[in-house]
């Protein structure tokens, strides 16, 4: 995590927010992981010895209550914005990576004037094809197995091995997706007012992605990119869906030069 923070800070951004799949941290009840990219502990104590930290878990997923008035991405940004509310904080940066680009961006037309800084990685959340056509693949209807094929550049390294997760996990894992699905399924993974809205923003923007990444391709990223007045678009050689994980270095260094223009 030390070289994503920096590269965040060196770019002026005060606001990491980033998606936590406590199923990996906590394997089996009592028994926890903070190694390597789950190193969560090591992540935030980096951030909390120069920023102010702001680590809130959405609701729905892990073991969090998902209140019956939330039904949508909108509802998520909405919870965001009241929490900036009461926390007190006027103007703040935003990286999202997938439907954090679609929450950040959700957010971001609604309070442009305090958002300074926009970096999408492989975000989701419009829609730029024909109307009978998935932009996404729909990831619903594949295994969990079969899941890691159209998200890593290298799935083999990233494949779960279910025989090894106790029944609490795979049910945390179930409830994720049963509230993702809620969330995305209709329309599915596009709010179809966004696209419009993300034309009225004049927020400097970054959208990112990895040249393997399967479920959001290179069509679509650009014709997201295009939405944005001024955005500009880069591609992470030798990564998937998820560049932060597979290429933290590369996605680093595009994220800087990003910066200094």
Known sequence: WADRIRAARLM?????????????????????????ALDLARFLDLIA?????ISPSHPGFGKSSLPDWIDSVDDIAHIHLELLEKLGVSKFDMIGCSVGGWIANEIATKIPERVRKLA???????KTGPPDKLDIPDMFTMSPADLPKIMFHDPAKFRPDFSKLSDEAIQIMARNRETLTLLTWEPYMH????ARRLGLLDIPTLVLRGDSDRMVTRDYAEAYAKLIAGARMQTIPAAGHFPHVEAPAALAASIIDFAAR
């Not at 990996?24 to 903070?34: I, K, L, S, T």
């Not at 999408?120 to 419009?126: D, E, M, N, R, S």
């Not at 709010?191 to 966004?194: A, G």
């Open 120 to 126: 999408l990685v492989g975000p989701v959340g419009v």
């Open 191 to 194: 709010n179809p007012k966004l």
């Open 12 to 36: 002026g951004l005060n606001t990491i927010e980033t998606y936590v799949p406590w199923n990996e941290h906590e394997p089996e009840p009592g028994v926890f992981r903070a190694d390597g």
């Open 49 to 53: 010895a120069k920023r102010r930290v």
